[in-house]
């Protein structure tokens, strides 16, 4: 059966700091794979997604970035962590298009 | 902004009652798709309908889709304190993208 790994589950950064965040996916191959954040009570903001290795969609403009150098794997950096960067990190996966498996998210706090 | 707003924000309600929430988006849409999230969880998919569809059933959901006003409803029928959690509709537009409301936080009360 198909799983999805996402990590760390806590992080509290200082600004000014780097961020790398992974998910990867198991048990299918050539997922569409997105990164969604979450303000605190807030909808979800899709802010990449990727339907192959080294395809990346950005509809957010900002510091951070996104990287697909395996096909079952995303990853979401950022050279200089912002304070509006704290939020809930949420990576998901659709094979189908019909719908989205989320990994279990990742609360940053950008300290 | 593509994102669909849900009504109301948030809701609270007795154990047994029925729990309906509502969903606007803006744009032309392949299917509409409503999770749940449960505090500070990642989503997870309950049902979804697709746009020449005006309704669909999964045990105690009942999701109904009017293209024409462009919203959506997600009923919940006889609600137990365990579907506490932020309900979520999402809308495919184009091929990849999934467009997600603001949500409605449901709490039942036992």
């Known amino acids: 059966s198909q799983t999805i790994h996402q990590w760390p589950a806590t992080l509290v950064q200082p600004v000014g700091s780097p961020l790398s965040l992974e998910c990867t996916v198991e048990?299918?191959?050539?997922?569409?794979l997105y990164w969604y954040r979450q303000a605190a009570g807030r909808g979800l903001q899709l802010l990449f997604y990727s339907v192959g290795i080294g395809q990346i969609s950005s509809e957010v403009p900002q510091n951070l970035s996104a990287s697909r150098p395996q096909d079952r794997q995303f990853i979401l950096s950022s050279k200089k962590l912002l304070l509006s960067d704290s939020g809930f990190y949420l990576c998901?996966?659709?094979?189908?298009?019909?719908?989205?498996?989320f990994g279990s998210g990742t609360q940053l706090s950008v300290l | 902004s593509q994102q669909g707003e849900e009504d109301p924000q948030a809701l609270s309600i007795q154990e047994g009652e029925n729990a309906t929430m509502n969903c606007s988006y803006k744009?032309?849409?392949?299917?509409l798709q409503w999770y749940r999230q449960n505090s500070g969880r990642g989503l997870v998919h309950l049902i979804l309908i697709r746009s020449n569809e005006r309704e669909k059933h999964s045990g105690r959901l009942r999701v109904t889709l009017d293209t024409s006003k462009k919203s959506s409803s997600l009923l919940i029928t006889a609600s137990r304190a365990a579907d506490t959690a932020s309900y979520f509709c999402?809308?495919?537009?184009?091929?990849?993208?999934?467009?997600f409301g603001t949500g409605t936080r449901l709490k039942v009360l036992a």
């Open positions: 048990g299918t191959s050539n997922p569409n």
């Open positions: 744009t032309s849409i392949n299917n």
């Open positions: 999402a809308t495919r537009a184009g091929t990849y993208k999934y467009i």
């Open positions: 998901a996966w659709s094979v189908t298009g019909e719908k989205l498996f």
